[in-house]
């Protein structure tokens, strides 16, 4: 059993991860992922791209919702925009490590607008107002042909560097998980910060935080951007991962998935964007390969089993809200605190 | 350090120089066994209505086409997950039946998931693909080389439509053409090239009406009034399965409206005849292929297998012979490789496609078939039998 960390400088007790066993653990996380293209199949391989790609985009909502409490329902049009961002530099030849960035800050700057209603609605009317923005940046998606490619979408060059094409997954990989990692330490580190404790005072009681001498102004709108800008990146490298977007991708499902991935995950947690993430792309494809398993099995029952997957999957998501509203982190932190209390009970 | 002996490096030497032969040998395995059909069809989700019957529809066709002996005696395999009608979900199966089964043919389950898997599939230079989409992005060679769209794109099948209604109208004067559409790809693609072959055979385009994807919230009523200022002879529903055309017709026939309501390809299904019927009009449209009780050979082989294996059903959707057929264009392609004695590659199998010229598809598709340009340049218009409850040839077959 472990009775305490102990700590000799207050420099110590501030590091991120502040006790050796964290440090083993990302030292192991990071080897896995270093090696994971090595032997993974060529399928978990794609899977593990478009989970890191989810996780980046999940990151950023949960700092706008889940840190700083600002509702939005226009997360997947930002990503859109990332991707859109990518496609039209990418064409004209300009390097990813350019793209991304101003994909980031172009979805940045956007988020701010769609923000803007923050200040004088919260809670559903702050999500009805975002949800606007979405409708507005889907549409602009359909018509803006010639940035766009309207309907039938775009397509977006491979990523390059120095002259060398990142192409297939085995490539994409190191790219999405490279930014998963940088922007995972970001997200962690901001929650440290002034923005990241002004986030938590205006999700608690915007008032008092105010009082406090918080600028809400400024707090609400760098919540949106930061965001925002997570999912510009996101959508930035979901382009180069795919190669082709159609306006389709980005609807308001997509928004949805990533707000129900911070709530399953846990609000205000890089850890719950991550497991969120996981959750919400892994689980459905879990239950879809056992539901596939279940129609090759019965064939003449296919069109009832395979739906199954989705309705088990919908099921648990129930089941996180009702038994567990605090998400997979609390369900990590208490598989851990067994660990560190046993042979005790907690 | 270990030493290592001359027979051992002998032993190196020699395996490194049959190597090459061995994977040789390998990949002649690889052209001697099953031929692959992979396939993410939306069984579940929004789209589960036309998936089942898309999957349906291929399953049968390699069944049928193995109790015929196959392909060159190779049988056909079939290898499908269903996609649910999410890009990221058709994508991972892609990669998975790609890296298990090294497929030569997938099928995949709409515009969306083809553009997302392209580059892979180039990249592989071993797999072509079709699917249940129509739109003409996915007929362009330059762009999708490994693609082939398994009928007319809606572009051509809005110009067959205008060449028909050019050609069968009774009126003194010509009909005053309306359009009533969605803002979905489904929707817009074919428009641009209806109303140019409309302005070709001067026929007037007298209103657009534009909906929201599904036809989902519309104000009918607004819409109704507005086509009633235009006077349309003929409305033109492009986008729609079901709803909202019975509640446009309803509403039309109340205002006094006297008009022949169109529609296309997968528009013209059980749900939009039935439900045009419930409200007493007779849907007309341009169909890819034959309709479900047309006397053609083809056509007889599907519902006498259905029979065998899915009693009970009667009815062939044009979903379902759309799945047929993708699995006639891909046995098509995979013969003529294999007849020439060519491996099945990307490069040989797109010079196969492109060579299908006057192909005889049995009566699915009424004209000699031209895939040369990697989609069917022809369509038909078809009409419902209020007598036989079901939609019957309403013209020739019109190439353009």
Redesign the interface.
Same mark, same amino acid.
């Given at each position: 059993m472990r009775t305490g960390v102990f700590y000799e400088q207050y420099l110590s007790e501030e590091r991120m991860w502040n006790t050796p066993v964290k440090r083993w653990w990302v030292a192991v996380l990071v080897l896995l992922l270093l090696t994971l293209p090595f032997w993974s199949t060529k399928y978990l391989l794609a899977m593990a791209c478009i989970i890191g790609i989810h996780i980046l985009a999940t990151l950023g909502l949960n700092l706008t919702t889940g840190n700083a409490g600002l509702i939005s329902l226009s997360h997947g049009a930002f990503l859109g925009v990332g991707c859109y961002t990518v496609a039209y530099l990418g064409k004209m030849g300009v390097p990813f490590f350019v793209t991304l960035p101003i994909a980031g800050l172009l979805a940045a700057a956007l988020g701010v607008v769609v923000g803007l209603p923050s200040l004088r609605v919260k809670g559903i009317y702050l999500a009805i107002a975002t949800l606007a923005a979405h409708f507005l940046l889907t549409f602009v998606f359909r018509e803006w042909g010639s940035v766009t490619g309207g309907i039938q979408g775009t397509s977006i060059p491979k990523a390059s560097l120095f002259g060398y094409a990142l192409s297939g997954d085995f490539d994409n990989f190191y790219l999405i998980y490279g930014l998963v990692f940088l922007m995972a330490v970001a997200a962690r580190n901001l929650a440290r910060t002034y923005i990241g404790r002004a986030f938590i005072a205006v999700r608690d009681r915007d008032i008092s935080a105010e009082i406090l001498g918080v600028h809400l102004l400024t707090t609400k709108l760098q919540a949106f951007a930061i965001g925002a800008f997570y999912a510009g990146v996101a959508g930035g490298v979901l382009g180069y991962f795919y190669g082709a977007i159609t306006p389709e991708y980005f609807s308001l499902n997509l928004s949805i998935f990533y707000l129900a991935a911070v709530i399953t995950g846990g609000l205000g947690s890089v850890l719950g964007s991550v497991l969120g993430a996981v959750f919400m792309t892994f689980v459905p494809e879990l239950l879809r390969l056992l539901a596939n398993l279940g129609a090759q099995s019965f064939p003449g029952l296919a069109s009832i089993v395979l739906p199954m997957g989705q309705v088990v999957f919908g099921l648990l998501i129930i089941g996180f809200l009702v038994f567990e509203p605090h998400g997979l982190t609390a369900v990590w932190r208490r598989i851990q605190r067994v660990f560190h209390l046993w042979p005790f009970k907690t | 350090m270990k030493q290592v002996s001359r027979r051992q490096v002998v032993q190196g030497l020699g395996a490194a120089a049959i190597s090459p032969l061995l994977m040789q040998h390998g990949a002649a395995l690889a052209q001697s066994g099953d031929i692959v059909i992979g396939a993410a069809q939306p069984?579940?989700?929004v789209f589960?209505f036309a998936g089942?019957q898309m999957h349906y529809g291929l399953m049968d066709y390699v069944d049928w086409r193995n109790g015929k002996g196959g392909v060159q005696g190779r049988k056909l395999r079939y290898v499908m997950?269903?996609s649910?009608f999410k890009?990221?979900?058709g994508?991972?199966i892609f990669?998975?039946i790609?890296? %298990?089964e090294k497929p030569s043919f997938f099928y995949c389950d709409g515009?969306?998931l083809v553009?997302?898997i392209?580059?892979?599939a180039v990249?592989s230079k071993h797999v072509m693909t079709s699917s249940t989409s129509l %739109?003409?992005?996915v007929a362009d060679a330059s762009?999708t080389p490994q693609h082939f769209v398994p009928g007319a794109t809606y572009g051509r099948l809005h110009e067959v439509l205008m060449e028909h209604v050019a050609k069968t109208w009774k009126g003194a004067e010509k009909p005053r053409i309306a359009y009533v559409y969605t803002? %979905?790809?489904f929707g817009?693609?074919g428009i641009p090239a209806g109303k140019a072959r409309a302005a070709k055979l001067g026929l007037p385009i007298v209103a657009e009406v534009i909906t929201k994807p599904g036809g989902v919230g519309v104000d009918v009523s607004t819409e109704v009034a507005k086509l009633r200022r235009a006077r349309p002879n003929i409305v033109i529903f492009q986008g729609y399965i079901n709803a909202p055309m019975p509640e446009f017709a309803r509403q039309m026939k109340e205002a006094g409206m006297d008009v022949d309501i169109y529609g296309t390809a997968w528009g013209l299904d059980k749900p939009a005849f039935d439900g045009l019927a419930n409200v007493g009009e007779n849907l007309t449209g341009v169909s890819l292929y034959a309709v479900s009780d047309e006397d053609v050979p083809m056509l007889r082989e599907m519902r006498q297998h259905q029979a065998k294996v899915r009693s009970g059903t009667t009815y062939l959707s044009p979903f379902y012979i759309s799945g047929w057929f993708s699995g006639m264009v891909f046995a098509e392609i995979a013969d003529r490789c294999l007849k020439d004695k060519k491996a099945l590659t990307l490069d040989n199998m797109k010079a196969a496609l492109e060579s299908i010229k006057n192909w005889d598809t049995g009566g699915v598709i009424g004209l000699p078939v031209d895939l040369s340009r990697h989609e069917v340049l022809a369509g038909r218009v078809i009409r419902y039998n209020p007598a036989k409850k079901s939609m019957e040839p309403a013209g020739e077959w019109i190439s353009v």
């Open positions: - | 069984v579940t989700g589960a089942l997950e269903d649910g890009v990221d979900q994508v991972a990669k998975k790609m890296a %298990a515009t969306p553009k997302a392209t580059r892979d990249d %739109a003409s992005a762009t803002e %979905a790809e817009i693609d």
